[in-house]
């Protein structure tokens, strides 16, 4: 509202109530974020077949290809600004946020170019089953065609987040939410669309969600309110996004690059196993939504400390995340793995849906644990200014690692799917291990003070 500020200081108070009071809006935006892609999946897996789950489900690894690239950059956006506005250059802070505006636009509308021309490519690459291909070709452009809302939404939701606004991204994530889901039952269920109706329910949604933020970011009072005039790119500002951010837009691209190459092997088990996989992807998506939560809470709380050269507070805040989401994560992964069978049937009841639903969520639960952190220690690395080792171990763990380890045991196990989804927890592990040793390398090397911008 116009004159009551939305912004929080993470560099003095309760760092456990802050990192939570900031969290819980991530979370519950996450969670609905999130519904998009369930709520397309629950509602084909029962109007449609399971044929069509298969089609939406599988496409997630070449969805966040693409999405994932920009989520980088609007990270290094992310902290950038929450360290200026940290050390009180509200000016600079201004300046970063037109930048970021505008050339989000410009990516967004090259992004779309790009993946739409790459999706016959990017399914025959994933040894998509012939019987799911025209139905993964529909979902995946129409899905494709709003990325340019998607792109500016996750920008404009960074930019309130640095500046510890976390509670309006939620509101508008809900509200689109919801239209997604209505719109889902409305032209699945009732005028019998398909996939191509959740298709443009998700775009309709992601559209409407960006235009209350938009409205947000231009009648704001608060600093980083956007006025057209001042749409400008500044070269130093972006060299220093793109310095911390690309680092992260490369990793979460190429990993989900590899994930491609994941959900191939996968798919050579048949449709099946396809449609299994995509639900374990689904529900595995709802225990990490703590974990990115928590990863976005700590790269502000330590952007702005960082700014503010608190050093100690810094090590406060990793420590008392990794305990708090810990617990959360063990709690989670019980949960889904007892009642697996149950939480399958909510997508579709065929039996190989059921079997290798079931089979995969049991052998891949008890090992979420591992990801909490490699993904706290590289938020707050991200923090710092210091993005390019976490993507270098992320790379080389989620993608070298996990493909060497898949070229293997596809070798020595040949038809063993139980091998191939082994390699999920295995590049987890080695993340966790590397990032946990460079971290503690560097906790006598901090360097807490806000990088040189030159300007």
Same mark, same amino acid.
């Given at each position: 509202m116009p004159g009551k500020s939305k912004t929080m200081d993470m560099t003095s108070g309760v760092i456990w109530k802050q990192l939570v009071v900031f969290s819980l809006p991530l979370l519950a935006g996450n969670i609905f974020q999130t519904f998009y892609n369930t709520v397309d999946s629950l509602v084909v897996g029962n109007y449609v077949g399971a044929h069509a789950l298969g089609a939406v489900t599988s496409v997630s690894s070449a969805i966040f290809m693409m999405v994932g690239f920009f989520s980088g950059l609007a990270t290094g956006a992310g902290v950038v600004i929450s360290q200026l506005f940290g050390a009180g250059r509200i000016a600079d802070m201004r300046r970063a946020v037109h930048t970021s505006i505008l050339t989000t636009l410009l990516i967004g509308l090259a992004m779309t170019a790009l993946s739409l021309s790459l999706t016959p490519w990017l399914l025959r690459m994933m040894n998509t089953p012939p019987e799911i291909y025209p139905l993964a070709v529909t979902y995946l452009r129409i899905y494709f065609s709003g990325i340019p809302a998607l792109t500016f939404y996750n920008m404009g939701a960074a930019i309130l987040r640095a500046v510890g606004d976390s509670t309006r991204p939620l509101y508008f994530l809900i509200v689109s939410s919801l239209t997604n889901i209505l719109l889902d039952i409305v032209l699945v269920a009732r005028f019998n669309m398909g996939v191509a109706g959740v298709g443009n329910a998700t775009v309709a949604s992601?559209?409407?969600?960006?235009?209350?933020?938009? #409205?947000?970011?231009?009648?704001?009072?608060?600093?980083? $309110?956007?006025?057209?005039?001042?749409? !400008?790119?500044?070269? &130093?500002?972006? $060299? $220093?996004?793109?310095?911390?951010?690309?680092?992260?837009?490369?990793? *979460?691209?190429?990993?989900?690059?590899?994930?491609?190459? &994941?959900?191939?092997?996968?798919?050579?088990? %048949?449709? %099946? #196993? !396809? +449609? @299994?996989? @995509?639900?374990?992807?689904?529900?595995? +998506?709802?225990?990490?939504?703590?974990?990115?939560?928590?990863?976005? #809470?700590?790269? !502000?709380? &330590?952007?702005?400390?960082? @700014?503010? @050269?608190?050093?100690?507070?810094?090590?406060?805040?990793? +420590?008392?995340?990794?305990?708090?989401? +810990?617990?959360?994560?063990?709690?989670?992964? *019980?949960?889904?793995?007892?009642? #697996?069978?149950?939480?399958?049937?909510?997508?579709?009841?065929?039996?190989?849906?059921?079997?290798?639903?079931?089979?995969?969520? $049991?052998?891949?639960?008890?090992?979420?644990i591992v990801c909490v952190f490699n993904q706290i220690h590289a938020g707050a690395l991200r923090g710092m200014g210091k993005s390019r080792i976490p993507m270098v171990i992320m790379i080389s763990s989620f993608v070298l690692f996990r493909q060497l380890y898949l070229a293997v045991i596809s070798h020595l196990i040949p038809g063993s799917i139980e091998a191939v989804a082994l390699g999920y927890p295995v590049g987890w592990l080695v993340c966790s291990v590397v990032m946990f040793l460079y971290y503690h390398s560097l906790k006598k090397k901090w360097q807490t003070a806000l990088p040189d911008l030159g300007i």
């Open positions: 992601e559209i409407f969600s960006c235009i209350l933020l938009l #409205a947000v970011l231009l009648r704001t009072d608060e600093c980083y $309110r956007v006025r057209p005039s001042e749409l !400008t790119i500044d070269r &130093v500002l972006l $060299r $220093r996004i793109f310095s911390i951010g690309m680092p992260t837009a490369i990793q *979460m691209a190429l990993i989900s690059f590899s994930n491609v190459f &994941v959900q191939s092997y996968i798919n050579s088990f %048949g449709a %099946g #196993a !396809t +449609s @299994g996989w @995509g639900v374990y992807s689904r529900l595995d +998506s709802f225990v990490n939504l703590p974990r990115q939560s928590f990863n976005q #809470a700590v790269t !502000t709380f &330590v952007g702005q400390n960082a @700014g503010a @050269g608190n050093r100690e507070r810094i090590r406060k805040g990793i +420590s008392t995340s990794i305990w708090i989401l +810990s617990v959360i994560t063990v709690l989670l992964s *019980m949960l889904i793995g007892l009642f #697996a069978p149950q939480f399958i049937h909510l997508f579709n009841s065929e039996e190989g849906v059921l079997y290798y639903g079931t089979l995969i969520i $049991r052998l891949l639960m008890p090992f979420e």
